[in-house]
């Protein structure tokens, strides 16, 4: 089920899954599924950025494009801020 929520009201249990929208400032909304306790965040925008979380800092496992093609590409600017929302650390790519 997805919910939206903002990211400060965001909690998860010790293995529970969630999926979440969040809005950023400039108006578009975000797609997040977080699995294991935080331990793999899915960023889903115009790409999908995987991260697997070790430490309280989101490491970056892959990017893939609209065609979930794997590609590389810089992590824009608003997707630290996200994560340091959601109460980790920061990311790592």
Do not use: C
């Given at each position: 089920?997805?919910?939206?929520?903002?990211?400060a009201?965001?909690r998860?249990?010790?293995?529970?899954?969630?999926?979440?929208?969040?809005?950023?400032?400039d108006?578009?909304?975000?797609?997040?599924?977080?699995?294991?306790?935080?331990?793999?965040?899915?960023v889903?925008?115009?790409?999908?950025?995987?991260?697997?979380?070790?430490?309280?800092?989101?490491?970056?496992?892959?990017?893939?494009?609209?065609?979930?093609q794997?590609?590389?590409?810089?992590?824009?600017?608003?997707?630290?801020?996200?994560?340091?929302?959601l109460?980790?650390?920061?990311?790592?790519?």
């Amino acid at each position: 089920m997805l919910r939206r929520q903002s990211a400060a009201e965001y909690r998860t249990g010790p293995s529970s899954g969630n999926e979440l929208s969040i809005d950023l400032e400039d108006g578009r909304t975000v797609q997040l599924e977080i699995t294991g306790n935080r331990a793999r965040i899915d960023v889903r925008l115009d790409r999908h950025w995987i991260f697997g979380v070790n430490d309280n800092v989101a490491k970056l496992v892959m990017v893939l494009n609209e065609n979930e093609q794997r590609v590389d590409d810089d992590l824009p600017e608003w997707i630290e801020p996200l994560l340091q929302r959601l109460g980790l650390e920061g990311a790592d790519a």
